[in-house]
């Protein structure tokens, strides 16, 4: 067995320049052959200085090809990247777009099951999952697998686009067979702050690969422009919002509209309204708990706590809500836990026994300071066609996650 593995290994080498080392032979919790060839290593992202300490990053990638095809080269590479800032990009591969998904079900079995996406992005392009700033995914610093949420130092904007910049590029020198691939750059949430920082910077900087468009779903835009102090500061867009999906009574909206001054309702402060004002706000945050629903899907029908398994129903309660809501899996996030620190998942991934898989939503568990304005200089820019860069902004119902009420915007 081993001999054949050496074999097929060598065979690989021959007609890929991809990182024999980082490919997959097989995924636990999944018995059939892969859908196509999947890789999944570091890239060394490069060094910085902060506070007088050197930091060394390498960064974690996987890589899936696109499937049926018998030169994926041909198809387009799209890097995929979750927002946060800090989640790992993992949750979109395994939960959302790659040819597996994990679910509630998953987590019958040792170690979780994997199920085949039958709407996976790989049937029409190769995928390649982006996961910084470290250490979040399996990147890290210093040689140092194992270290936490403060051991790559502190974070903001520019210091993260600097090593998302390096990532990409070391990325198309270790598979060079791509270059010439049509590129996309995609990803969710606090992804539309990473995304327009590496657009600009690939454009400006007359980058060698095939950039062919962006697209940002339910995107920061920058901290003049929404999820940033300068950004959304009242509470306005949460009210309409929730107006609109009957969470909040007629009346009480009718109150805010006759007590409060719209220019605080869209631009804040909240402390600055009559009593009258804040009061019936308020009211409309009881109504409309912003924690009582999941910010990017206002009516989904999972359980409220998506990292547990639901309890059993008691007598006289509402029955749980189904597993599979409208075909959507329940309980990714929980699973996905469990099936990517599993020691056999980690060495199918060529990850280190003692590594630690992190994933700060919302920047918390590491230190993350907003800095990147706007997205609008970029966009403006895509708009005249000079660059052949296509754009999609895309939006399905959202709300914040957290502040609802107190008007700070979101940060992820």
Partial sequence: MMNMILLFSLLLSLVSGAPVNDFVLALPGWDEALPSKIYSGHIDAGVDTQDGKNFSVKMWYMFVEAEGLEDPTTAPVVLWTNGGPGASSAYGLFTELGPFYLSGESLKTDPPTLFRNPYSWSKLANILILNGPAPVGYSYCNDDPSGDGRACGSWNDTRTYEFNKNFVNGWFEAFPEYKASPFYITGESYAGVYIGQLASGLLNESTSLNLKGIALGDACMGTDVICGPGGRR???????????????????????????PMDVLKNGPMSSAPPACQASVSLA?????????YGYNFLDQCPPDPFQNPSPVKAGEDPLPPAQPSGYPCGGDGALKKWITHPLVKKAINVAPDSAYNSFDNGEGFVYNLTWTSNLPLLKRLQTGEDGVRCLIYNGESACKKNLWGGEGVKG
Avoid: K
């Avoid at 867009?237 to 009718?254: H, K, M, P, V």
């Fill in 234 to 260: 009242g509470p306005w867009l949460d009210l309409l919002f929730s107006a609109g999906q009957g969470c909040i009574s007629l009346t009480t909206f009718e109150a805010i509209l006759a007590q409060c």
């Fill in 285 to 293: 945050g009881r109504e409309c708990p912003g924690d009582a629903f």
